[in-house]
């Protein structure tokens, strides 16, 4: 009883020595996710098509996603947010479940625009840290949803690619 007494004792304090997303993303000194993103399109290895954060000890990671229409590959990449560095990369074939990437990928190389360009459009007037980007197409609409995390809420975000404008959120019940 005296050790299941003690263990939830300790039990907060346990829980407060892994920090939270959100102090992580507070930190001083963090590349954006955006200028990770725009280094890694000048290296023109294939179209940006997701971006997601993830934390390895204690550690803030960028976790970015790539096609490549050319070699027909999915490429999954994480960065350092401390110092950009590429941490591990992965790749598999892409296949026929993807179409819809593939759909909002060849509508935003029509527009000329890239993923981290559109993720700057999407974020302009939003407070908050960018949590998650991924491009989706649906309902014959691509578009770029995000997750976004304020003080307030974890909110969600869905960009129309083709007239770069915020789209309207369905909600299910």
């Not at 890694?40 to 996603?65: A, H, M, R």
């Not at 590959?73 to 892409?94: C, D, I, K, T, V």
């Given at each position: 009883?005296?050790?299941?007494?003690?263990?939830?004792?300790?039990?907060?304090?346990?829980?407060?020595?892994?920090?939270?997303?959100?102090?992580?993303?507070?930190?001083?000194?963090?590349?954006?996710?955006?200028?990770?993103?725009?280094?890694?399109?000048?290296?023109?290895?294939?179209?940006?098509?997701?971006?997601?954060?993830?934390?390895?000890?204690?550690?803030?990671?960028?976790?970015?996603?790539?096609?490549?229409?050319?070699?027909?590959?999915?490429?999954?990449?994480?960065?350092?947010?401390?110092?950009?560095?590429?941490?591990?990369?992965?790749?598999?074939?892409?296949?026929g479940?993807?179409?819809?990437?593939?759909?909002?990928?060849?509508?935003?190389?029509?527009?000329?625009?890239?993923?981290?360009?559109?993720?700057?459009?999407?974020?302009?007037?939003?407070?908050?840290f960018?949590?998650q980007?991924?491009?989706?197409?649906?309902?014959?609409?691509?578009?770029?949803?995000?997750?976004?995390?304020?003080?307030?809420?974890?909110?969600?975000?869905?960009?129309?690619?083709?007239?770069?404008?915020?789209?309207?959120l369905?909600?299910?019940?």
């Amino acid at each position: 009883m005296v050790r299941l007494l003690f263990a939830l004792y300790l039990f907060p304090f346990v829980s407060m020595a892994t920090p939270s997303i959100q102090s992580l993303l507070s930190q001083e000194g963090l590349l954006t996710p955006i200028s990770v993103m725009e280094h890694w399109e000048q290296q023109d290895k294939g179209t940006l098509c997701g971006f997601g954060l993830n934390i390895e000890d204690d550690q803030l990671v960028y976790l970015l996603s790539a096609i490549n229409t050319e070699s027909k590959r999915l490429y999954q990449f994480e960065f350092s947010a401390q110092n950009g560095a590429l941490l591990e990369e992965a790749s598999e074939p892409y296949e026929g479940r993807d179409i819809e990437l593939l759909h909002a990928v060849s509508l935003m190389r029509e527009k000329n625009i890239s993923f981290s360009s559109l993720v700057s459009l999407a974020t302009l007037n939003q407070s908050g840290f960018l949590l998650q980007a991924d491009l989706d197409h649906d309902l014959s609409i691509s578009y770029l949803e995000l997750q976004m995390l304020s003080n307030e809420a974890k909110k969600i975000i869905a960009f129309d690619i083709e007239n770069l404008r915020p789209l309207p959120l369905l909600k299910w019940d």
